[in-house]
């Protein structure tokens, strides 16, 4: 009876084990989503093709325990999906795009597609000087760098000059919609949502009653002239441009999103809608 129990334990050990290896050997072989280049391919990699990837000239893999890589002149970090290993891959634009090209996960990627993508698993990081990176017919960084920041600094600028219809131009759908839901509701339905987006578009008194109220607890000159700005991940259609005002321990990180072929600021994105509640400091 005893050698009957023992045979069956093990019998039933060996089940899990053979359960156990064929479901991380089909783990292996299931192709996970990494990012979509900025033309619209999307690129998807096995556990093994990844691997390949790594082997490729020019490109590295930092893992989860060895935090945020430090770029060259030249270099992005995408960062990995868990299932393959989490982390980032590291590399210059072109580097990565001849290197999906080369294992067959795409044979279209340039190194500005690569640079102007979106990561799967976050952000895609950019360094300074990632413009080297621009393929035939894309766009370099540095040139979205620029726009991005423009578009952001053109925000703050008609803040500054109370420009209420500016400030409504430069807003994300998202934003604009939040704000006018918000204001529907301070209102207790006094006015319609239709009656009230349509005084926002013009700049009038319910929306320069708003921006007043807002701009009497928040400053924009302390970002403009106070703080310190820095590119943060640059994506197809979404971006971060970190914020470091002097007097704050920590950065804001201002999100930035394309929509309709401009860069709109996420302002309640990024701050939410309390933020207009804290005094000014």
């Known amino acids: 009876m005893r050698h009957v129990k023992r045979c069956s334990c093990v019998a039933v050990v060996g089940l899990f084990v053979l359960h156990a290896v064929f479901s991380s050997y089909a783990l292996a072989q299931q192709a996970v989503d990494v990012m979509v280049l900025a033309d619209g391919t ?12 790594l082997t490729q000239p020019g490109i590295t893999h930092y ?3 060895g935090g945020f890589p430090k770029l060259t002149a030249t270099q992005t970090a995408i960062p990995v999906p868990t299932s393959l290993g989490g982390g980032f891959l590291v590399g210059e634009p072109t580097a990565i795009a ?3 090209n080369a294992i067959g996960v795409t044979s279209t990627a340039t190194g500005g597609s690569v640079a102007g993508g979106t990561a799967a698993a976050g952000g895609i990081t950019a360094s300074a000087a990632a413009a080297g990176a621009a393929a035939a017919g894309g766009i370099g960084a540095e040139t979205i760098t620029d726009t991005i920041v423009q578009s952001a600094e053109s925000f703050f600028k008609t803040m500054k000059e109370k420009d209420y219809t500016g400030i409504w131009r430069l807003l994300t759908v998202t934003s604009r919609t939040t704000i006018v839901n918000d204001v529907v509701k301070r ?4 006015y319609s949502t239709a009656q009230i987006e349509t005084d926002f578009s013009i700049g009038g008194l319910i929306a320069k009653s ?10 924009p000159t302390t970002v403009l002239e106070q703080s310190k700005w820095e590119m943060g991940s640059i994506g197809r ?18 999100k930035m999103f394309k929509e309709e072929s401009q860069w709109k600021v996420g302002l309640i994105e990024t701050f939410g809608t309390e933020g207009r509640d804290k005094p000014r400091r």
Request: without cysteine; hydrophobic residues 50%.
């Open 42 to 53: 999307k690129v998807a990699m096995t556990q093994a093709q990844f691997g390949a990837l």
């Open 63 to 65: 893992g989860l325990m």
């Open 98 to 100: 001849v290197g999906m």
């Open 187 to 190: 209102a207790a339905n006094a």
């Open 210 to 219: 708003y921006w007043d109220e807002y701009l009497f607890y928040f400053d």
């Open 237 to 254: 259609q979404q971006a971060e441009i970190i914020l470091q005002y002097r007097k704050a321990k920590q950065p804001a990180r201002l």
